[in-house]
Nanobody, 120 residues
Framework: QVQLVESGGGLVQAGGSLRLSCVAS????????MGWYRQAPGKQRDLVAG???????NYAASVKGRFTISRDNAKNTVYLQMNSLRPEDTAVYYC??????????????WGQGTQVTVSS
């Protein structure tokens, strides 16, 4: 079992920055990839950025060059630095961890989400 707690969301004006944090606890030794997803009202939850256990990253096209995902495995924490924020970035941002137990496929765990609102 893994628990994820996000923090760092808030209200910011367009062009501003926020830094999101996600702290994992529980069976953290089994965590492989982690990622940030977001969901706006009436829309599906989509991947924003992902990072592997060794630091390889991938980003949604809409955030490339503006957002940076990183992780500190010693602290069981993943971060999302968000710069040059736009109103269309407004969403609830969720942290996800893929955890391997005994099988060949991971179990996904989600945090509770943190609201990011970008005003124009």
């Amino acid at each position: 079992q893994v628990q994820l707690v996000e923090s760092g969301g808030g209200l910011v004006q367009a062009g501003g920055s926020l830094r999101l944090s996600c702290v994992a606890s529980g069976s953290t030794a089994g965590i492989d990839a982690m990622g940030w997803y977001r969901q706006a009202p009436g829309k599906q939850r989509d991947l924003v950025a992902g990072i592997s256990s060794t630091g390889m990253t991938n980003y949604a096209a809409s955030v490339k060059g503006r957002f940076t995902i990183s992780r500190d495995n010693a602290k069981n924490t993943v971060y999302l630095q968000m710069n040059s924020l736009r109103p269309e970035d407004t969403a609830v941002y969720y942290c996800k961890a893929d955890v391997y137990y005994s099988g060949a496929f991971p179990v996904g765990y989600w945090g509770q989400g943190t609201q990011v609102t970008v005003s124009s």
